[in-house]
């Protein structure tokens, strides 16, 4: 099966600017999650989509991000206007069941400058 | 509020030596345990986890790991390492009535041939 798919693989904007990110979970994978690693730091839980509804959005920095996921499949995430501290690596994951292991993408590298 | 620590944030190791990374997590209900590794230029991907059970977890490739409860801790180790083991490892744990992953800050392994 393809694994989960990030687009764009790198992301280069100024501070201000507006970027969206994507990911294409695996087919059939209703739970979708996303987190972010800062340079250096841990890798952060943003956000968790059940099909197209928001599961749990504790994590998300602030409202200068907005994630959606219409029709349960791909999802996009915002930034909106990015700052300089946006900067890191946005990684996407999927599940087929709550309790089953996470299939990660390889991550968008976002700077922002 | 929860959080995991790794105690090794750059391992350097010659190939055949004995490895063990430490992980230590705060949080006082019923968790989940994963050691997660990313290989250079690949996706994050599970090389093993623990829900009940056997506190010995085996894995892929060799590795196991050993959830102490008293200690709260779930070390990663290999008896012998080899080249293709250079990677990121990261542990995480979530409570058992979240999806949220809480990770580490990861350790960077070096093995030399």
């Known amino acids: 099966e393809a694994g989960v798919t990030q687009f764009p693989s790198h992301s280069v904007i100024e501070k201000g600017q507006t970027v969206t990110l994507r990911c294409d979970p695996i087919?059939?994978?209703?739970?979708l999650y996303w987190y972010r690693r800062v340079m250096g730091k841990e890798i952060k839980f943003l956000l968790h989509?059940?099909?197209?509804?928001?599961?749990?959005e504790s994590g998300m920095p602030n409202n200068r991000f907005l994630a959606e996921r219409t029709g349960g499949t791909y999802s996009t995430l915002k930034v909106q206007p990015a700052e300089l501290e946006d900067s890191g690596v946005y990684f996407c994951a999927s599940s087929r069941v709550r309790s089953s292991p996470l299939h990660f993408g390889n991550g968008t590298r976002l700077t922002v400058t | 509020a929860q959080s995991v620590s790794q105690h090794n944030h750059h391992v350097i190791l010659s190939e055949a030596a004995s490895l063990e990374l430490g992980c230590n997590y705060s949080?006082?209900?019923?968790?989940?345990l994963f050691w997660y590794v990313q290989y250079p230029g690949q996706h994050l991907q599970l090389l093993l986890k623990y829900f009940s059970g056997d506190p010995l977890v085996k894995g892929i490739k060799g590795f196991e790991a050993e959830f102490i409860k008293s200690k709260f801790s779930f070390n990663l180790r290999k008896p012998s390492v080899q080249w293709s083991d250079t990677a990121e490892y990261f542990c995480?744990?979530?409570?058992?009535?979240?999806?949220?992953?809480?990770f580490g800050t990861g350790t960077r392994l070096q093995v030399f041939p």
């Open positions: 087919s059939g994978h209703d739970n």
């Open positions: 949080y006082g209900g019923t968790v989940n």
């Open positions: 989509f059940v099909k197209e509804s928001k599961q749990d």
């Open positions: 995480a744990v979530n409570a058992h009535n979240t999806d949220k992953l809480i």
